[in-house]
């Protein structure tokens, strides 16, 4: 008979176990003795950190400015401030929104430098403000119509082979773009939750917005990159 | 007159223009569950929207996939020599 697979040992307190843990899915679970590794000045403990989540903090230091050496120096900053700063770090909060919180505190105070201070002042504000419609009104029937308000021009489905189109480098490409062209609470939002697949929790801990906050800048993010891919698909 | 409309089953009291607007707080499950109901029962009698969400989920798959950022590997060399100089103790 099949038993379900044992879990790990709980090895916390104790040695920290081989460094060799494959990094390739970021699981803040484990984040917490690496945190105490750092603690202890394992060097391998920083190295697995940096690698999990140098890639991370680089894309969203580039929503905040459009250099990528301005980014990178981001980056690194926030590792020289999490050096200082970890044996302060009490755990409140999780390693992952902590070190998120750095990079954003440290972004927003260099674009207020650079003088892009409106474009960041709030992100609840933007997401009170009227946005436009996820799809443009003159797809559906008027209001008057026999069916008021459902699709006069309803989507064609991507088809069969949409998962191999969808993961084309030009997709990946118009993606990119299409993020870039966003406002920027809404880049900071869509970057966090679905690209790099935090919790809505942390993007709101992160952030510092309220879940409903998040949600309409979210759902207008997605909105207009489902938009455009839904125009470069039916172009072809 | 657009024949394939006149099968159409009940949508429910919801119209797409709402559905298009719902399907955020309905893929992260934050709507409440009467419109919850309301929503799947648009989807049961509605095609279009079925497309539509799907596209929304596979817009949120793509973006999940996007190839990862690397900082340059004279970035991490700088980080680790401060990391190395870094004093074990504060006193």
């Known amino acids: ?236 | 007159m657009k024949d394939d409309l006149m099968t159409t089953p009940d949508l429910g009291d919801l119209t797409c223009k709402e559905v298009v607007e719902l399907v955020t707080d309905y893929l992260e499950g934050a709507l409440p569950p009467d419109m919850r109901r309301r929503f799947d029962q648009h989807l049961t009698g509605c095609d279009p929207c079925v497309v539509y969400v799907d596209q929304m989920r596979q817009t949120i798959a793509t973006l999940g996939k996007l190839p990862e950022e690397s900082v340059p590997p004279n970035v991490l060399d700088t980080l680790l020599e401060h990391f190395r100089r870094w004093p074990r103790e504060r006193d």
């Not at chain 1, 040992?9 to 003795?33: F, K, R, Y």
């Not at chain 1, 401030?81 to 390693?95: K, M, N, W």
């Not at chain 1, 998040?214 to 470069?232: D, I, K, P, T």
Request: with cysteine; hydrophobic share 40%; glycine share 4%.
């Open chain 1, 1 to 236: 008979m099949l038993s379900p697979p044992t879990p790990p040992a709980v090895t916390a307190g104790l040695e920290l176990p081989p460094l060799a843990v494959p990094t390739t899915s970021p699981q803040a679970d484990d984040d917490a003795e690496l945190v105490d590794g750092l603690k202890r000045r394992v060097e391998a403990a920083f190295v697995t950190l940096l690698e999990r989540y140098q890639g991370q903090l680089l894309r969203l230091a580039l929503v905040y400015c459009r250099t990528r050496d301005i980014a990178e120096e981001i980056v690194q900053d926030t590792w020289l401030a999490v050096i200082q700063g970890i044996d302060r770090f009490e755990g409140r909060a999780s390693f992952k929104t902590w070190l998120f919180q750095i990079l954003v505190n440290r972004a927003r105070t260099r674009a207020v430098r650079e003088g892009r201070t409106l474009s960041f002042s709030s992100l609840a504000d933007e997401a009170k403000t009227p946005g436009e419609p996820a799809v443009p009104p003159e797809r559906f029937r008027a209001a008057d119509d026999l069916w008021p308000n459902n699709w006069a021009l309803p989507p064609h489905s991507w088809g069969e082979s949409s998962d191999a189109r969808l993961l084309a480098t030009e997709t990946m490409d118009l993606v990119n773009r299409a993020i870039a062209q966003l406002p920027p609470a809404q880049q900071q939002v869509i970057t966090l939750r679905d690209v790099e697949g935090f919790t809505s929790e942390d993007v709101c801990n992160v952030l510092e917005i309220s879940e409903t906050n998040q949600r309409v800048l979210l759902h207008r993010a997605r909105s207009r990159v489902r938009a455009a891919l839904e125009a470069h698909f039916d172009e072809r």
